[in-house]
């Protein structure tokens, strides 16, 4: 920001030339205005309720509140007063901040995370209780967060502020007025880029929010969009560009929202119709049937503020949807200003997993070159035989589950064909996400199973491949005359058999017929050459050439005629009958008549080593990884469709895909999970979450180890975390590593990857504490730690992650960053964790649950004996030693936190901690009668209960 510098120094010397009254107003440019705060507009008072305390007080009187209202105070007078617009947007955005905070997250106020879960609206809010100029900056925000990319988006924020300041620069040079506020804004300390970025995350967690909430409204919004081709603006200069599409925007929606109708002939008002989440009925002209009305029925946009806009056809356009070319001259640190494009169209909508997978399925077609009539044909072949050969597998046989990768879209695609349309449509296009061979050469089309040589050996008796012959040749028109033979190699003999009735003459010419044989492997005799299909018969001077089949099991030969010596060239007719093509019903009916077995089946496609089966296999090890997180709200960022499905993340499925044939009941991503430890579980879990949240391989390179002390990721709207750490310690064990989403963010722009310090620190206990001694049991259930809290911070550590197309920028794509999870108690801090590390340590057991215990309640609540309790902090870290009792019953929080500290800070050595129910009574004589654990009172056992 040097230019900042320089700018804010002319400003500066500008005012001190100025008027004396303006010299006395300079005075005063020492006032931080950005700090006061306003009231918010009525219709935005609704977000408040929906934000933490933590994200109100930063709207409010932090950081990105001082961002709100320098941007607003910089930009003010820049764009025309739109207030019908302004108001409708704070009663949208209130629904949506209402509807969201009903959606799914954590119910806790004393968790890690409770400070940062639910919808991120700060830079609204900010806004919101910043001066009116304000909200139409966060529009703009909105604006350039839709269109671009993070890095893309903060190098035009970047942009604007200099420009802007140039602008106030020129005002005052030539002594025109202006607000005061204006001047400071401009005058007083630079925005920072980190500050930019942060402004533009929280617009950019607010759209993800939102567009979740108004799906319907929103993919409709995309269908039209996509099928456009429209400029933002035909604007060379960045700068003019931006200011005027913003500009051309606000009147535009202010306009309809009022109920004026437009013609659209720039796509400005599209960008703002998706950003802003205000949908207009819409006339869309030059579609092949003629015009279309589009109700989007909308009640915050009167009926008659209808938009018209053209179709721009089937044909190929060199942009489709709304884009917006820009120059870019802050976005890397070497080189000339790069031109880059942004784009709103049917890929600016995120994936759900299903419909990343059924796009999958659609670039297998289109791989496979199966044409787009034939989809539904196609999409149902593949279904049934997925079932075939699933027919005979039970539900804990995991061999089966790269088929599932192939039905379960399938089936999703006809119970639903609108959305699976659309999906399997948009997965043709991206046919680069399956990449031809190592060799180079396209899959073979259905597995092969068109391939007749592969079909056949696949069939288990050669009368099969017999009956196979007579059902697809049989019906050809004028294969009859040509005297049709099939020859077949049983028992090590070749065999002769009649298509149709054959003549005397060639009934007695059979045992005269000579044999052209070859050895084949295995020891077995081939009729003939591959290459010279034919059979003689030598008495009449006919020759029998190859139509159909497989010349090394059965094979369908027609007569020929030998020409004479004499014979010219022209004298010679062949009369061509093209040999009949495997469709879907002949391969369905093999599978029906049990010529094709599911085992022979699975065993043959999976032996190709194609790379459809890599894919699909891939996308099982992806459904195993990703479990769950589809039914949080986890969504795909269509970053992934335009590359190979390869992720480094499943970069060692390819090892496991060199087929054991010893075992039948190889499953090569059952192989991969057996071989993992619990942090390369984590590793490629997370990293897997970041490819499809961002499109980018940014974690393959960390190392396991990192990935041991994980406490979460941070993206858009979006918190991952193990599962384990939002559970009672005692139900962790029934999740074994999976990830969970919340709602929320920690307000950083990009992918946030958190890992603890490798040794948390605790307090030390003071020495006045010696005295408090344990107390004897009292058999009673209760709770000691309800003033128990968990906190994240992070502390000053942090490393750039980088994605390959990120080199050079000055933006990198995200962050590693060092997290600290504190425990207090009432406030006072007791000691630092890492909880999921903590949770796998091997001194840690569970209690079997005993709700059949039919012991009386008075011999159930009886303690065992020389057992005591504790009840504080300070015996926690310093632990008598013998037969413990932690009393934080049914409080999950509060026993995470018990058990983290005992597994890191506890002083007793040679312990046991042993998690007992979260909310049931403990029957401690069972304990005594059926558990493994040794009781004497001479082991350290700690039971949290």
């Known amino acids: 920001m040097a230019d900042d510098t320089s700018l804010i120094g002319r400003i500066q010397n500008a005012f001190m030339s100025a008027t004396n009254e303006v010299v006395v107003t300079a005075a005063n440019i020492n006032f931080d205005f950005s700090m006061v705060k306003y009231e918010a507009p009525p219709e935005y008072r609704g977000i408040s309720e929906a934000l933490t305390s933590t994200r109100r007080q930063q709207a409010e009187a932090g950081e990105i509140h001082i961002t709100a209202r320098r941007l607003g105070a910089l930009f003010e007078g820049t764009c025309p007063p739109t207030p019908k617009l302004i108001a409708t947007y704070g009663t949208r955005a209130t629904e949506i901040a209402r509807t969201?905070?009903?959606?799914?997250?954590?119910?806790?106020s004393n968790w890690i995370f409770s400070a940062y879960t639910g919808i991120d609206a700060t830079s609204l809010w900010a806004a919101a209780t910043s001066k009116k100029a304000a909200l139409p900056v966060h529009l703009l925000a909105c604006l350039l967060a839709r269109a671009w990319e993070e890095g893309e988006a903060t190098s035009l924020w970047v942009e604007l502020v200099t420009e802007r300041r140039k602008e106030i620069v020129a005002e005052l040079e030539a002594r025109e007025e202006m607000p005061f506020a204006h001047m400071s804004a401009a005058a007083q300390a630079d925005i920072t880029r980190e500050q930019l970025a942060k402004w533009d995350a929280s617009a950019r967690a607010w759209l993800r929010t939102a567009d979740s909430v108004m799906n319907l409204q929103h993919k409709q919004l995309l269908l039209i969009i996509k099928n456009i081709s429209l400029p933002v603006n035909e604007e060379t200069i960045t700068y003019r560009s931006i200011i005027s599409a913003w500009t051309s925007a606000l009147s535009t929606m202010e306009k309809v929202i009022e109920g004026g109708p437009h013609v659209v002939r720039d796509g400005a008002v599209l960008l703002a119709l998706s950003s802003w989440h205000l949908y207009a009925d819409m006339i869309v002209v030059g579609e092949p049937n003629g015009s279309t009305e589009v109700t989007m029925s909308d009640p915050l946009v009167r009926s008659s503020g209808i938009l018209t806009l053209g179709f721009s056809g089937s044909g190929v356009h060199e942009k489709n949807g709304v884009y917006w070319s820009l120059s870019l001259a802050h976005h890397k640190f070497y080189g000339r200003p790069v031109t880059k494009t942004g784009h709103v169209d049917g890929l600016s909508t995120r994936l759900t997993f299903l419909e990343f997978q059924?796009?999958?399925?659609?670039?297998?077609?289109?791989?496979?070159?199966?044409?787009?009539?034939?989809?539904?044909?196609?999409?149902?072949?593949?279904?049934?035989?997925?079932?075939?050969?699933?027919?005979?597998?039970?539900?804990?046989?995991?061999?089966?589950?790269?088929?599932?990768?192939l039905t379960v879209p399938i089936i999703e695609y006809f119970n639903d064909e609108a959305n699976g349309t659309a999906a399997i449509m948009l997965g043709r296009r991206r046919e680069i996400l399956i990449p031809n061979n190592q060799d180079g050469n396209v899959d073979r089309h259905l597995f092969g199973l068109r391939d007749v040589p592969t079909l056949f050996k696949m069939i288990p008796d050669v009368r099969g491949c017999i009956e196979f012959i007579k059902r697809l040749t049989i019906t050809v028109p004028g294969l009859r005359d040509r005297e049709p033979v099939i020859a077949y190699l049983e028992q090590g003999n070749w065999h002769f058999e009649p298509l149709f009735e054959l003549s005397s003459t060639m009934k007695q010419s059979q045992s005269k017929r000579p044999r052209k044989t070859r050895t084949r492997r295995g020891g077995s005799k081939s009729l003939f050459?591959?290459?010279?299909?034919?059979?003689?018969?030598?008495?009449?001077?006919?020759?029998?050439a190859f139509y159909f089949g497989d010349a090394d099991v059965a094979a369908l030969f027609i007569s020929e005629t030998i020409p004479s010596p004499s014979s010219s060239i022209s004298e010679i007719s062949y009369s061509h009958i093209p040999p009949p093509s495997i469709k879907y019903s002949d391969l369905k009916w093999l599978m029906d008549h049990e010529l094709l077995t599911p085992e022979t089946l699975r065993r043959t496609i999976f032996d190709t080593h194609s790379s459809v089966i890599e894919t699909l296999v891939q996308v099982a090890l992806g459904t195993k990884l990703y479990s769950g997180l589809p039914e949080d709200g986890a969504t795909i960022s269509s970053q992934v469709l335009l590359s190979p499905f390869r992720p480094r993340a499943l970069e060692p499925i390819r090892v496991s895909l060199h087929h054991n044939e010893q075992d039948e009941r190889f499953d090569p991503h059952m192989t991969f999970h057996r071989n993992l430890k619990p942090d390369q579980y984590v590793k490629y879990s997370i990293?897997?979450?970041?490819?499809?949240?961002?499109?980018?391989?940014l974690l393959g390179g960390e190392s396991s180890e990192t990935f041991g002390r994980l406490l979460g990721a941070c993206i858009g709207d979006s918190i991952y975390i193990p599962r384990k750490i939002i559970l009672d310690p005692y139900d962790q064990a029934e999740t074994s590593q999976r990830f969970t989403r919340l709602l929320g963010n920690i307000g950083k722009p990009g992918l946030t990857l958190l890992t603890c310090p490798r040794q948390p620190d605790s307090r030390d206990n003071a020495t006045s504490n010696w005295r408090q001694c344990s107390a004897p049991y009292d058999g009673v259930p209760e709770d000691m730690f309800r003033q128990t809290t968990l906190h994240l911070s992070l502390t000053e550590w942090s490393s750039p992650l980088w994605g390959s197309s990120a080199v050079g920028e000055r933006d990198s794509n995200g962050i590693h960053a060092e997290a600290v999870v504190s425990v207090r108690d009432a406030g006072r801090w007791v000691a630092d964790i890492d909880p999921f590390r903590a949770l796998q340590t091997e001194h840690i057991t569970t209690l079997n649950s005993q709700q059949s215990c039919s012991h009386l309640k008075k011999v159930r609540g009886r303690p065992l004996p020389h057992m005591k309790t504790i009840a504080t902090w300070d015996q926690v870290l310093d632990c008598d030693?013998?037969?413990?009792?932690?009393?934080?019953?049914?409080?999950?929080?509060?026993?995470?936190?018990?058990?983290?500290?005992?597994?890191?800070?506890?002083?007793?050595?040679?312990?046991r901690i042993v998690i007992c129910p979260g909310s049931e009574s403990v029957c401690w004589e069972c304990v005594r009668?059926?558990?493994n654990l040794n009781l004497n009172q001479n082991q350290n056992l700690i039971f949290v209960y």
């Open 100 to 108: 969201a905070a009903h959606s799914k997250s954590l119910d806790a």
């Open 358 to 405: 059924q796009t999958i399925i659609g670039a297998i077609l289109s791989h496979w070159r199966i044409p787009v009539g034939d989809t539904a044909e196609a999409l149902g072949f593949l279904l049934h035989l997925g079932r075939h050969m699933l027919r005979d597998c039970s539900p804990s046989d995991h061999g089966h589950r790269w088929i599932e990768s």
């Open 529 to 544: 050459e591959r290459q010279r299909t034919q059979l003689t018969r030598l008495h009449d001077a006919k020759r029998f």
């Open 687 to 697: 990293s897997l979450i970041a490819y499809f949240e961002t499109g980018k391989d």
């Open 881 to 911: 030693e013998g037969l413990i009792v932690v009393k934080a019953h049914n409080n999950w929080v509060g026993r995470l936190a018990v058990v983290s500290v005992l597994s890191h800070h506890c002083k007793l050595r040679q312990k």
């Open 929 to 931: 009668l059926t558990s």
